[in-house]
């Protein structure tokens, strides 16, 4: 995507700087505003209607029709708000906190392939990018956690630390697994490998022949799950809320923040939910591969296809965030010392375990 | 062992159950119900805002004097020989103008005990329970059918025929002079 844009804008401008430059920018911006902040607002809005209808309520429906406008509506008050920094907070940590935080999960974005075509950078290490970069948002929270001076930010902080940390063993040890089967870091291989219809997804045993396939199916299914609920307590969600638990924190390490920092907190909150989901996908379920082969092919109009697996890209990584909001509103929050239990004794032995089984199988 | 791939079962299998029971829920119709568009229909004896129908009205005063909180206030005028005032519904003269009927629903403790002596079935219970004001002074309910201007007129018409009536009386019984008494007490003292 890169290389074709800056030859468009050299032929046109006949700069190369300038060229690179431009595309460099618009390809920075371009997830933000076509994927993240729509995604985003229709996130919040959903999840707001989810939990309704799950509890058999309504909803939002006064702003717009049924409501549609409710997070438009919420987005323009919180611009609007005050932006208050307590007298006694570390003003200038306070003050990246939020940033730092959305830049982590902004940045995961950049190695995420939503079609053939649109992804940020090609990467040979684009998983393990992810990875490492999402880790920032650990130093956000903690940062802002702390910066806040408040004991309810600094509690929750330091959990969202400590859980962050803890659940990072078994994703990295599941994604390690596909990795090892693969034989590449980039998702866009990754994806690659997967094409054609459904039963080449890495789920029903990758794109292995006959016998192997059948034998991956149940640990790649194992590793699915495992996987998921790490990526759960990863991006703080319930039923892994502890560092933001309202019942007990007020709202966790956010608790001191008011208006557009508190909405970046939200954003990136939202972002990360989409971030795991599209991982999840483009590892397990075929990433932006359509199930049943493409429409292009069969119309012999190729244009169409990156348009196509964006949708198939959207549609799963959206299936996966709202299959976390339908968690949210089915569990009830988990202690400290379970949630240190359910990582340390189950699911990293079992990730290890996985791990081998399937390392062992790739090798047969 | 056998305990821990026990808890791992438990784990995942209970998640199933009750993500089985909320995605049933995600379909259920919900039961919100729209309060200032939709209302729940009120229980047939409920007890809210009174009412009273001012032209079944004969002035009583049956209700105010059941009242335990005091708070209807009624002022009558009898009426002067002539004056038609009609009847009620169930056939009864109505003999007085009924020139005050305030009720003060801010004290209305909506025990019913106004609406059981009414010999007319003229004060009853509505269903209407949405009346808050802003200003004390506007729960006061006034139902009398008179104005300010008609209620004085019908006032003066009445001391008007009264005084007719005892200068008539005077007229017949001839007046004896009055004794000036207080006079010759204050003197005494």
């Known amino acids: 995507m890169y290389e074709y844009l800056v030859n468009i804008l050299f032929s046109v401008t006949g700069n190369q700087f300038l060229a690179q430059a431009s595309v460099m920018i618009l390809i920075a911006a371009l997830p933000l505003f076509v994927v993240i902040l729509p995604y985003a607002l229709a996130a919040v809005l959903a999840e707001r209607k989810v939990s309704a209808f799950m509890q058999d309520r309504i909803g939002p429906n006064r702003t717009g029709y049924r409501g549609l406008f409710q997070t438009l509506a919420d987005i323009l008050k919180l611009i609007q708000k005050e932006d208050i920094i307590n007298s006694e907070a570390d003003k200038k940590l306070f003050n990246i906190s939020p940033l730092l935080v959305f830049a982590g999960s902004y940045a995961a974005f950049a190695a995420i392939p939503f079609s053939g075509m649109f992804i940020g950078t090609n990467a040979e290490v684009g998983i393990f990018f992810i990875l490492a970069i999402s880790s920032l948002v650990v130093a956000g929270i903690l940062m802002g956690g702390w910066a806040s001076n408040n004991k309810y930010s600094l509690l929750g902080a330091m959990r969202s630390a400590a859980q962050i940390i803890s659940y990072e063993i078994p994703t990295a040890l599941v994604i390690l697994s596909i990795v090892m089967l693969t034989g590449t870091l980039s998702l866009n291989t990754i994806s690659e490998l997967q094409t054609a219809y459904f039963w080449n997804w890495n789920i029903f045993g990758g794109a292995a022949e006959g016998f192997k396939q059948f034998i991956l199916i149940p640990f790649m299914i194992a590793g699915f799950i495992i996987l998921y609920i790490s990526t759960l307590a990863e991006v703080n969600r319930v039923p892994f809320d502890i560092p933001e638990a309202e019942s007990e924190l007020v709202s966790g390490f956010h608790t001191e923040y008011s208006g557009m920092k508190f909405a970046m907190f939200f954003l990136a909150e939202y972002a990360n939910m989409f971030a795991v989901s599209a991982i999840i996908a483009t590892v397990f379920f075929g990433g932006y591969q359509s199930p ?16 196509e697996q964006f949708f198939w890209f959207m549609i799963k990584g959206l299936f996966f965030v709202f ?14 010392d379970q949630l240190m239990t359910v990582c340390w004794k189950y699911l990293i032995p079992y990730a290890f375990i996985n791990l081998i089984i399937i390392g062992i199988i790739s090798l047969l | 062992m056998k305990q821990y791939l026990k808890n791992t079962w438990e784990g995942l299998y209970t998640v199933i159950v009750g993500m089985k029971i909320t995605f049933k829920h995600l379909f259920t119709p919900s039961v919100t119900i729209q309060y200032p568009e939709v209302k729940i229909p009120l229980p047939e004896r409920s007890r ?23 708070c209807i206030e009624i002022e009558t005028v009898k009426s002067v020989p002539g004056e038609d005032l009609g009847k009620t519904s169930n056939d009864k003269k109505k003999a007085l103008w009924v020139t005050k009927f305030d009720i003060d629903i801010a004290k209305c403790c909506f025990c019913s005990l106004c609406v059981y002596p009414c010999p007319t079935e003229c004060i009853k219970m509505t269903d209407i329970y949405e009346y808050s004001e802003f200003e004390r002074n506007n729960l006061v309910y006034s139902f009398s059918a008179l104005t300010k201007e008609e209620a004085g007129e019908k006032k003066l018409n009445l001391e008007k025929f009264n005084a007719e009536k005892e200068a008539a009386k005077m007229k017949q019984a001839a007046p004896e002079p009055e004794k000036k008494q207080d006079k010759n007490e204050k003197e005494s003292e």
Do not use: K, S
Not at chain 1, 292 to 307: A, D, E, K, V
């Open chain 1, 292 to 307: 049943f082969g493409y429409l292009g092919n069969t119309l012999n109009f190729p244009l169409l296809i990156p348009f």
């Open chain 1, 323 to 336: 299959v976390q909001m339908w968690l949210r509103w089915t569990l009830p929050r988990l202690r400290v």
């Open chain 2, 48 to 70: 809210n805002r009174l009412y009273v129908n001012i032209d079944d009205c004969i002035g009583c005063d049956q209700c105010a004097r059941a009242c335990p909180v005091g």
